[in-house]
């Protein structure tokens, strides 16, 4: 693992750790690397109204964007959790992350005994519906 994955899975790995998880029990930490050198990072932040569950890819983007970063910002996206696999992203963050990443991002899946699978946006979501549907 080169040196600033390892510093993204830290930070992952601590936001994973702070996990708001008392129904699954399923920890998930997820990082933004920035083209300023900054990292983001953010877990997952469950509600007893399952539904309104924030999963930790769109923690962490949303509140990257909160910041006022947009998707050229952004360089890396990491995302782990306590999987035999890289962890899978959900459809729905799938979704969110084609519309906030920028479309050459490297995407790096992990786990705990840091097996890695790197994806790009369209691996996750090809054909993915975007703001320029709304105009055709
Ligand atoms: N979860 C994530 O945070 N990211 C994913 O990509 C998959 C699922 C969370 C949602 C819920 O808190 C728990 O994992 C179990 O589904």
Known sequence: MDKIIEQMYQEAYRAYQNAYTPYSKFNVGAAVLLKDGNIIAGSNIENASYGLTNCAERTTLFYTYSQGYRRDDIVKFLVLANTKKPVSP???????????????????????????????????????????NLHE
């Not at 963050?93 to 705990?112: G, H, K, S």
């Open 90 to 132: 959900c459809g729905a963050c799938r979704q969110v992350m084609a519309e906030l990443l920028p479309a050459d991002v490297e995407i790096i899946l992990t786990n705990l005994n840091k097996d890695i699978m790197k994806v790009s946006v369209a691996d996750l979501l090809p054909y993915h519906f975007s703001g320029d």
